[in-house]
């Protein structure tokens, strides 16, 4: 073989490796998923972790409502009056409980205006909560696990039998 030849292919070679890295480390970045900071330094592994606290106790309207929902202050409030009340997280919580105002969490999980997600009805199915956001007993921070797309939720609605027509989530 030629010089020139083996060259040409031991450059194409290159750049071949070179562009398949680039593309690796794009979908590589793209696929990790966000923990947003948060207002309070929550951590799930702690309270739903240790504590064996039930996701329902926080999110109560996911079992009789479309949205989970969020404890209120109060909620919180509840238990920290008495648990960890000079923790500088619970301190943060204080200040908003003596305020009168929300914790103004940032949503983790935020879905297309037109798909209407109802956990009520995932609840009464017996859906856990782990099977979308994973195991966030585990997570200091929460993480978004998963992309919610329409294939991902079908391919669940398809293996559960439960109703996969178009108007079960864009009604």
């Excluded at 194409?12 to 970045?29: D, E, K, M, P």
């Excluded at 009168?100 to 859906?127: C, K, M, S, T």
Aim: net charge positive; hydrophobic share 40%; with cysteine.
């Amino acid at each position: 073989m030629r010089p020139f030849y083996r060259r040409h292919r031991l450059l194409t070679a290159f750049v071949a490796v070179f562009v398949l890295l680039l593309i690796g480390a794009r979908w590589s970045a793209a696929s990790k998923f966000d923990a947003p900071e948060q207002p309070i330094d929550f951590s799930h592994a702690v309270h739903a972790g240790d504590d064996r606290l039930s996701c329902e106790l926080c999110h109560s309207a996911a079992r009789r409502s479309p949205v989970a929902g969020i404890a209120p202050v109060e909620r919180c409030m509840g238990c920290h009056r008495f648990v960890n009340p000079d923790n500088p997280e619970i301190t943060k919580v204080r200040r908003f409980w003596d305020a009168r105002d929300p914790i103004p969490w940032v949503r983790v999980y935020v879905l297309p205006r037109y798909v209407h997600f109802n956990h009520e009805a995932h609840f009464r199915a017996g859906v856990s909560c782990t099977d979308c956001h994973g195991e966030v007993q585990r997570m200091d921070r929460v993480t978004k696990v998963r992309e919610l797309t329409m294939g991902w939720c079908v391919g669940c609605h398809r293996q559960r039998a439960a109703p996969d027509d178009c108007l079960t989530c864009h009604y």
